[in-house]
């Protein structure tokens, strides 16, 4: 067996079985040729790794977009070769840094078993089906990673010290609590970056996700990683390059908007999570995150597994898996764009249980859908809520990234404001709400009941606080001329009151400039909600009622989605739309 880690006089490396384990390389379509050390061969030649090879990257994707077939197997080869990239720059630029070629070693190995514990469908499981199937349980495929790495050392007899093997799972969870406090905290910011999310990570899946769905955005990588400078205990970079970084950022948010949560792609993902809680109760498929033996045959090919059994315990499931080969998918009703700060409010009040109630209301106001809702239940309805951001939420990610310059390379500071952009959001983060149905003959009541919420929701709230505002801005675009008899504060104008982003995002030009009051102007719910003078448009009823309205507010409907209560869309089970009459 050999050590861990190399010398320029590197002894064979054997693996537990006495074979020697030679360097080789591997053709990647985004990094080209990427080298892998006999020793990093040694955690890629096991079963723990090569399970990643049967579990997609991008999920449910794959239906929609037929290139989206990698695994999390390449990507992690990926994060592995840019890990070891990043560490051996600072090593080389930086030697009074004292990176060791153990550090690498480490920073490598953590890179490329950072996603070990993911289950079927990548974020599919973590993200809804664990949540659902272990309710009250704080599970996350970092855990995971951290236990299949464990198994991994262990049953492969790679022999490792143990202060290694802790930095190694602290480098995977981001934490640097969870090893020695004499490990270069800067290495933190390589793998899993908690300060920013800049990070390895991305540098890969964002270039290799949008290539594989043929979309391909790319990332001047090697820049990026010459530009990287540790001061202040934390990795710095090029104020030039600033741009550059926060192209990166805005780009994992186009990915999350237009590959990640596609409609489909979520439709697929709800029902892949209602065919396997339907066979929870059979297989007991949850409860194997906590058994590394059990967990390494958990993979995409549950499905399958599933389909193929003949046990009448799981013919529910088979079905759910049926309509998805069928393309019989559970349909979008309604969607909307929310802005950041009104997320948390929509997501605690628009639930299934409203909804229905609200149509049942609605079914007392006319006749014609009476009997219909009365076979309405919360089980045929599902509100989606998709978060989408630049990476830390409603903040600036590059407010948390420090820069150097060229004729300052040892002063560290952050880029304010006009040095980067101008052009940038308000909050950026914002909420896709999505409502779905699992059965077509419920969705114009199903639309209609999600409106009556939305028409309530302004009366369940209380007042905005200011900063939960979308406020004008506090001085215009243009600034007006000044004369020389005029002061700066007589020509700044003085902060309208809130009034919020529409639809797209926008926000109303600046007012004119008006006197400084003496007292400041109070938030009120007519103001925040809507401009004086307008309701909350045509078509915010509870009813389908479309129309367009020239007021969008954060509670009014969509009008491109707009049906009739009756509406029933066509599906493979239904060969035309029809009309229900009484």
Same mark, same amino acid.
Request: net charge negative.
């Given at each position: 067996?050999?050590?861990?880690?190399?010398?320029?006089?590197?002894? !064979?490396?054997?693996?537990?079985?006495?074979?020697?384990?030679?360097?080789?390389?591997?053709?990647?379509?985004?990094?080209?040729?990427?080298?892998?050390?006999?020793?990093?061969?040694?955690?890629?030649?096991?079963?723990?790794?090569?399970?990643?090879?049967?579990?997609?990257?991008?999920?449910? $994707?794959?239906?929609?977009?037929?290139?989206?077939?990698?695994?999390?197997?390449?990507?992690?080869?990926?994060?592995?070769?840019?890990?070891?990239?990043?560490?051996?720059?600072?090593?080389?630029?930086?030697?009074?840094?004292?990176?060791?070629?153990?550090?690498?070693?480490?920073?490598?190995?953590?890179?490329?078993?950072?996603?070990?514990?993911?289950?079927?469908?990548?974020?599919?499981?973590?993200?809804?089906?664990?949540?659902?199937?272990?309710?009250?349980?704080?599970?996350?495929?970092?855990?995971?990673?951290?236990?299949?790495?464990?198994?991994?050392?262990?049953?492969?007899?790679?022999?490792?010290?143990? !202060?290694?093997?802790?930095?190694?799972?602290?480098?995977?969870?981001?934490? @640097?609590?969870?090893?020695?406090?004499?490990?270069?905290?800067?290495?933190?910011?390589?793998?899993?970056?908690?300060?920013?999310?800049?990070?390895?990570?991305?540098?890969?899946?964002?270039?290799?996700?949008?290539?594989?769905?043929?979309?391909?955005?790319?990332?001047?990588?090697?820049?990026?990683?010459?530009?990287?400078?540790?001061?202040?205990?934390?990795?710095?970079?090029?104020?030039?390059?600033?741009?550059?970084?926060?192209?990166?950022?805005?780009?994992?948010?186009?990915?999350?908007?237009?590959?990640?949560?596609?409609?489909?792609?979520?439709?697929?993902?709800?029902?892949?999570?209602?065919?396997?809680?339907?066979?929870?109760?059979?297989?007991?498929?949850?409860?194997?995150?906590?058994?590394?033996?059990?967990?390494?045959?958990?993979?995409?090919?549950?499905?399958?597994?599933?389909?193929?059994?003949?046990?009448?315990?799981?013919?529910?499931?088979?079905?759910?898996?049926?309509?998805?080969?069928?393309?019989?998918?559970?349909?979008?009703?309604?969607?909307?764009?929310?802005?950041?700060?009104?997320?948390?409010?929509?997501?605690?009040?628009?639930?299934?249980?409203?909804?229905?109630?609200?149509?049942?209301?609605?079914?007392?106001?006319?006749?014609?859908?009476?009997?219909?809702?009365?076979?309405?239940?919360?089980?045929?309805?599902?509100?989606?809520?998709?978060?989408?951001?630049?990476?830390?939420?409603?903040?600036?990610?590059?407010?948390?990234?420090?820069?150097?310059?060229?004729?300052?390379?040892?002063?560290?500071?952050?880029?304010?404001?006009?040095?980067? $952009?101008?052009?940038?959001?308000?909050?950026?983060?914002?909420?896709?709400?999505?409502?779905?149905?699992?059965?077509?003959?419920?969705?114009?009541?199903?639309?209609?009941?999600?409106?009556?919420?939305?028409?309530?929701?302004?009366?369940?709230?209380?007042?905005?606080?200011?900063?939960?505002?979308?406020?004008?801005?506090?001085?215009?675009?243009?600034?007006?001329?000044?004369?020389? $008899?005029?002061?700066?504060?007589?020509?700044?104008?003085?902060?309208?009151?809130?009034?919020?982003?529409?639809?797209?995002?926008?926000?109303?030009?600046?007012?004119?400039?008006? @006197?400084?009051?003496?007292?400041?102007?109070?938030?009120?719910?007519?103001?925040?909600? $809507?401009?004086?003078?307008?309701?909350?448009?045509?078509?915010?009823?509870?009813?389908?009622?479309?129309?367009?309205?020239?007021?969008?507010?954060?509670?009014?409907?969509?009008?491109?989605?707009?049906?009739?209560?009756?509406?029933?869309?066509?599906?493979?089970?239904?060969?035309?739309?029809?009309?229900?009459?009484?």
């Amino acid at each position: 067996m050999s050590v861990f880690y190399s010398s320029d006089n590197e002894p !064979e490396v054997t693996n537990r079985k006495g074979a020697v384990v030679a360097a080789r390389s591997v053709k990647d379509p985004i990094h080209d040729m990427i080298p892998l050390s006999p020793r990093l061969c040694m955690f890629i030649d096991t079963k723990q790794f090569q399970r990643l090879r049967n579990i997609k990257q991008l999920g449910t $994707s794959y239906y929609i977009w037929l290139g989206a077939s990698h695994s999390r197997f390449e990507h992690c080869i990926g994060v592995a070769f840019l890990a070891r990239s990043m560490a051996t720059h600072l090593k080389d630029k930086q030697p009074e840094l004292g990176i060791t070629d153990r550090d690498i070693e480490c920073v490598e190995v953590a890179g490329l078993c950072h996603d070990l514990g993911h289950g079927p469908w990548s974020h599919v499981w973590d993200g809804l089906f664990i949540p659902k199937a272990l309710p009250g349980r704080s599970w996350k495929h970092e855990d995971a990673s951290v236990m299949m790495f464990d198994a991994l050392v262990r049953e492969n007899e790679i022999p490792m010290k143990a !202060e290694d093997e802790a930095f190694i799972k602290a480098l995977i969870s981001g934490d @640097p609590s969870q090893c020695s406090a004499d490990e270069k905290p800067f290495l933190f910011d390589i793998v899993a970056n908690r300060r920013n999310g800049l990070d390895v990570d991305k540098f890969d899946y964002i270039p290799r996700d949008s290539h594989m769905v043929g979309d391909k955005m790319n990332i001047a990588l090697m820049r990026i990683i010459n530009s990287a400078r540790v001061l202040d205990d934390q990795i710095c970079y090029d104020i030039k390059d600033a741009n550059l970084i926060y192209e990166i950022c805005a780009t994992r948010f186009k990915l999350h908007k237009m590959i990640y949560s596609h409609k489909a792609a979520k439709a697929i993902e709800y029902m892949i999570i209602d065919g396997l809680l339907a066979a929870e109760p059979h297989l007991k498929i949850a409860n194997r995150v906590d058994d590394p033996r059990k967990y390494l045959y958990l993979t995409d090919d549950i499905m399958g597994r599933i389909e193929e059994s003949t046990d009448p315990e799981l013919a529910k499931s088979r079905a759910i898996f049926d309509r998805i080969r069928t393309r019989d998918l559970y349909k979008m009703v309604d969607y909307k764009v929310v802005d950041w700060p009104w997320a948390e409010i929509f997501q605690n009040n628009i639930t299934p249980e409203g909804i229905v109630e609200a149509a049942r209301e609605l079914s007392e106001e006319d006749p014609s859908i009476r009997e219909l809702v009365k076979t309405l239940s919360v089980e045929h309805v599902i509100c989606d809520f998709s978060l989408m951001h630049y990476g830390m939420k409603e903040k600036n990610p590059l407010d948390f990234v420090k820069f150097y310059s060229k004729r300052h390379p040892n002063e560290p500071s952050h880029a304010e404001r006009g040095v980067y $952009s101008n052009l940038m959001p308000q909050f950026f983060a914002e909420l896709l709400v999505r409502i779905f149905t699992r059965d077509v003959d419920y969705f114009g009541v199903i639309q209609a009941g999600y409106r009556r919420c939305l028409q309530k929701l302004p009366s369940q709230i209380n007042d905005p606080t200011p900063d939960q505002l979308v406020l004008e801005p506090m001085f215009p675009i243009t600034p007006p001329v000044q004369s020389q $008899s005029q002061s700066f504060a007589e020509i700044t104008p003085t902060p309208s009151p809130p009034v919020l982003a529409n639809d797209h995002g926008l926000v109303p030009s600046a007012p004119a400039p008006v @006197p400084v009051p003496t007292t400041p102007r109070t938030f009120s719910r007519v103001s925040s909600f $809507s401009r004086p003078g307008h309701g909350l448009g045509r078509g915010g009823g509870g009813g389908g009622g479309g129309g367009s309205t020239t007021d969008p507010t954060p509670f009014s409907n969509n009008n491109f989605t707009t049906v009739d209560m009756s509406f029933a869309p066509p599906s493979p089970s239904r060969k035309a739309k029809r009309r229900r009459v009484d």
